[in-house]
């Protein structure tokens, strides 16, 4: 698992490869990833919008952004939590995510609440460092 915390939202992410979704022989790899998304702050916050960064073995880059996640802007109280699962396909067997969440806090302040890099792999490959 990956995690990160700003300014009291901590960001936690497990990526998953999913087998079933892939096809190599067709250059696709496919990775679901959850997200939970803790408010630790004493304001209540309503994530407005992401943003990914994906990047893929061949260092090809996808940006993706949008209004909230998986069709909803949560809004959390101190001590909440909010949890989704969603999916990413590469062209490559492997790939790198980042990102961040636009927050709004109850005074109307934004903030960015960052995503942790994060690495899709796929299971049971032998890695060498260059």
Known sequence: MYR??????????????????SDPDEGRWFWA?????????????????????V???????QEVSGPGVIGEQPVLSPGDSFQYTSGCPLNTPSGTM??????????????RALIPPFSLDMPNIARTLN
Do not use: C, K
Not at 4 to 21: A, N, S, W, Y
């Open 55 to 61: 990047t893929n073995a061949l260092g090809e880059v």
């Open 98 to 111: 980042v990102g961040h969440y636009i927050m709004r806090r109850e005074s109307g302040e934004r903030m």
């Open 4 to 21: 990160q915390t700003t300014e009291g939202i901590e960001v936690t992410v497990r990526p998953d490869f999913l087998d079933q979704e």
């Open 33 to 53: 990833y959850t997200v939970v998304i803790a408010n630790h702050s004493d304001e209540t916050v309503q994530l407005e919008s992401r943003y990914w960064r």
